[in-house]
């Protein structure tokens, strides 16, 4: 029984840590679209490129187009459409003092992206960033009258954070769901694929004679007079424990161990529940009966009544 024990106290474990490390998994996926600590905050983003926008279009000769709203496409990146070419030496000092004025200090790339077919036609890293402003690339053209001003901020790395309590009691209620549907669904095919009772508990006896019955322990046949009944296994093995101990006490441990010891699932029930079913077969033999004995077990008493 011990071994049994042990054997379900380790499945039992490792449903729990697999369970675990689902609640783990879908814990740090469903977190990886909020904003860590740091991050920059969107309302002051969007004024930040409002007035980059701005201020290119006013250098451009252009101050009353209207500046389409700031777009927010991913987590940390943000883009504003601008329909008409700018001064691209003029974006990096631009940008750099809009974002300082509103207290934006964390690193980003900025790329300019065509709107017909979103090449990405020039960019930059702030680290770029000469002393004077100047930027790679920056006396290259831009063909394209309608660009896209795109900022992508590189967001602070986010804290690991602990699976929660609640993570971990649904991990514990997962796990037992599964070790209880896992013993209903292969419990009963176990137990048909388990052969009969095997000849040597027999010690080549065919049929072992008690009372005015016989058991047939191999092929699980029971006769008592004229009525014949096929046991189950677990009957079978439960008769021939009493039979090889007539007139014994049996502890309810005793049975459990020697009946039960290979079963899936140990249950106190069980016990009775066969004890029961065997009184009944052996109801037309009056020389046999199960007696309980309160507190301890069970004897078959084999005599004449």
């Known amino acids: 029984?011990?071994?049994i024990l042990l054997k379900h106290i380790g499945l039992f474990s490792v449903l729990l840590v697999l369970s675990f490390l689902?609640?783990?998994f879908v814990w740090r996926?469903?977190?990886?679209?909020?904003?860590?600590?740091?991050?920059?905050?969107p309302d002051k983003v969007n004024l930040a490129l409002r007035r980059t926008a701005h201020l290119l279009l006013q250098a451009a000769g252009d101050s009353t187009s209207r500046i389409p709203p700031v777009e927010q496409t991913a987590l940390y990146t943000w883009l504003i459409r601008l329909e008409r070419n700018f001064d691209?030496?003029?974006?990096?000092?631009?940008?750099?003092?809009?974002?300082?004025?509103?207290?934006?200090?964390?690193?980003?790339?900025?790329?300019?992206?065509?709107?017909?077919?979103?090449?990405?036609l020039l960019g930059y890293n702030q680290a770029d960033i000469a002393p004077d402003q100047s930027v790679p690339c920056q006396a290259?053209?831009?063909?394209?009258?309608?660009?896209?001003?795109?900022?992508?901020?590189?967001?602070?790395?986010?804290?690991?954070?602990?699976?929660?309590?609640?993570?971990?009691?649904?991990?514990?209620?997962?796990?037992?769901?599964?070790?209880?549907?896992?013993?209903?669904r292969w419990q009963?095919?176990?137990q048909s694929e388990k052969p009969a009772y095997p000849d040597t508990h027999t010690s080549g006896v065919a049929w072992l004679t008690f009372g005015q019955s016989r058991l047939d322990v191999s092929n699980q046949r029971l006769e008592c007079g004229q009525e014949k009944h096929h046991l189950t296994y677990r009957e079978a093995k439960l008769l021939h424990l009493f039979v090889q101990h007539p007139n014994q006490v049996l502890e309810r441990n005793t049975i459990l161990d020697q009946v039960w010891a290979d079963e899936?699932?140990?249950v106190g029930r069980s016990v009775d529940m066969f004890v029961s079913r065997l009184r009944k077969l052996l109801k037309s033999d009056e020389t046999v009966q199960i007696v309980a004995v309160h507190g301890v077990g069970y004897?078959?008493?084999?005599?004449?009544?």
């Not at 996926?29 to 905050?41: D, I, K, N, R």
């Not at 750099?96 to 979103?118: G, M, R, W």
């Not at 004897?299 to 009544?305: A, H, K, L, Q």
């Open 299 to 305: 004897r078959m008493e084999i005599g004449v009544f």
């Open 22 to 24: 689902l609640m783990q």
């Open 88 to 120: 691209y030496t003029r974006l990096p000092a631009l940008l750099e003092a809009s974002l300082k004025q509103h207290q934006i200090s964390i690193p980003y790339d900025v790329s300019v992206v065509s709107c017909t077919d979103n090449t990405i």
């Open 188 to 190: 009963p095919a176990i």
């Open 140 to 184: 290259r053209e831009m063909d394209a009258l309608c660009n896209n001003l795109q900022v992508s901020f590189l967001a602070p790395s986010k804290p690991r954070q602990a699976l929660p309590l609640a993570g971990w009691i649904i991990s514990a209620l997962l796990a037992s769901v599964l070790y209880w549907l896992g013993l209903k």
């Open 264 to 266: 899936g699932v140990l």
């Open 29 to 41: 996926v469903s977190g990886t679209e909020t904003p860590s600590p740091g991050a920059p905050p």
């Open 1 to 3: 029984m011990k071994g």
